[in-house]
């Protein structure tokens, strides 16, 4: 029978511990406002849809599966992130119609913009806490 004894000359846990929610807390608020960006210059870009004027103004909409074309800026005017609690965040989007251009509707074709910008982040949010989980672990 062999007998083992452990001893922690360098007892980190509890900083670690006091740390983690922190450092868990800025890559998830970072992320947030990195996915918030990411819906508004996605709206920005060019569209391929169809055009139309309304008064002087010719307008080019977004097509089926492009996120939204910004037309009166509304709807990315609506979109905020928001601090849930520690290691917690919510993008909230403010106009009523938002989703039914997300998800589309029985007479229009989805104009995704949040899964898309979600699918963007998630890598990176892994890296983030790769990085910190190596970082902490020195």
């Known amino acids: ?17 006091q740390r983690l929610p922190v450092e868990t807390d800025n890559i998830v608020q970072k992320i947030a406002n990195d996915i918030l960006a990411y819906v508004v210059n996605s709206m920005a870009g060019a569209k391929h849809g169809r ?27 609506s979109i ?11 993008i909230n989007v403010g106009a009523a119609y938002g989703v039914n251009l997300e ?6 074709a989805a104009r995704p913009f949040l899964k898309p910008a979600a699918e963007h982040a998630w890598p990176i949010f892994k890296t983030a806490i790769g990085e910190l989980f190596k970082r902490l672990a020195r």
């Not at 055009?51 to 005017?77: F, M």
């Not at 992130?81 to 520690?86: L, N, R, S, W």
């Not at 998800?103 to 229009?108: A, D, I, R, V």
């Open 103 to 108: 998800l589309g509707t029985s007479k229009m």
């Open 80 to 90: 905020q992130a928001q601090k849930v609690k520690v290691g917690s965040a919510r």
């Open 1 to 17: 029978m062999s007998q083992w004894r452990v001893t922690i000359t360098d007892n980190r846990i509890p900083e670690l511990i």
């Open 51 to 77: 055009l139309y004027q309304r008064g002087k103004i010719v307008h080019q909409a977004s097509a089926p599966s492009e996120p939204p074309a910004i037309d009166t800026g509304h709807l990315a005017n």
